[in-house]
C-alpha cells in the first residue's frame, strides 16, 4: 500500500453504496487523504455510507462528478472539517469543471 498522501492527485476514485447500490466518481485536485467512507452522495435522501474502491478504477478517463480538495479558507468550516483539514484531510464537493 502507498502510504504517500500526494501518491493519487488527479486519479479518480468510485464510491459505491451499500444500501441503494449508487456510485460517484471522484478525483483528487490536491495533496492529502481521503476517507474510506462518506455518506451517499449518489441517491437524493439516501441514509447509506458510499465506501471507497481504493482507487481501483481501470478506465481513468472517466468523468468525475465530485472532486477531493484542500480548502484555502478555513473560517466556514465546522470544527470537524477543520480538524480533518489540519490532519492532512481532503474535502469533497461537486467537481467544479469538467474532469476526465
Same mark, same amino acid.
Request: aromatic letters at 8%; hydrophobic letters at 35%; one cysteine or more.
Given at each position: 500500500?502507498?502510504? %504517500?498522501?500526494?501518491?493519487? $492527485?488527479? #486519479? *479518480?476514485?468510485?464510491?459505491?453504496?451499500?444500501?441503494?447500490?449508487?456510485?460517484?466518481?471522484?478525483? %483528487?485536485?490536491? *495533496? /492529502? =487523504?481521503?476517507? @474510506? &467512507?462518506?455518506?451517499?452522495? =449518489? $441517491?437524493?435522501?439516501?441514509? /447509506? &455510507?458510499?465506501?471507497?474502491? @481504493?482507487?481501483?478504477?481501470? %478506465?481513468?478517463? &472517466? *468523468?468525475?462528478?465530485?472532486?477531493?480538495?484542500?480548502?484555502? =479558507?478555513?473560517?466556514?468550516?465546522?470544527?470537524?472539517?477543520? =480538524?480533518?483539514?489540519? *490532519? /492532512? /484531510?481532503?474535502?469533497? #464537493?461537486?467537481? #467544479?469543471?469538467?474532469?476526465?
Amino acid at each position: 500500500m502507498n502510504d %504517500d498522501p500526494g501518491a493519487f $492527485t488527479n #486519479r *479518480k476514485n468510485i464510491y459505491v453504496c451499500k444500501t441503494c447500490a449508487g456510485h460517484i466518481v471522484t478525483v %483528487d485536485v490536491d *495533496k /492529502g =487523504a481521503t476517507p @474510506f &467512507m462518506v455518506d451517499c452522495q =449518489a $441517491t437524493p435522501g439516501c441514509k /447509506g &455510507m458510499m465506501r471507497s474502491s @481504493f482507487y481501483r478504477v481501470f %478506465d481513468q478517463s &472517466m *468523468k468525475a462528478g465530485f472532486e477531493w480538495y484542500r480548502p484555502t =479558507a478555513l473560517q466556514h468550516l465546522s470544527t470537524g472539517e477543520r =480538524a480533518h483539514v489540519d *490532519k /492532512g /484531510g481532503l474535502l469533497l #464537493r461537486s467537481a #467544479r469543471q469538467e474532469t476526465t
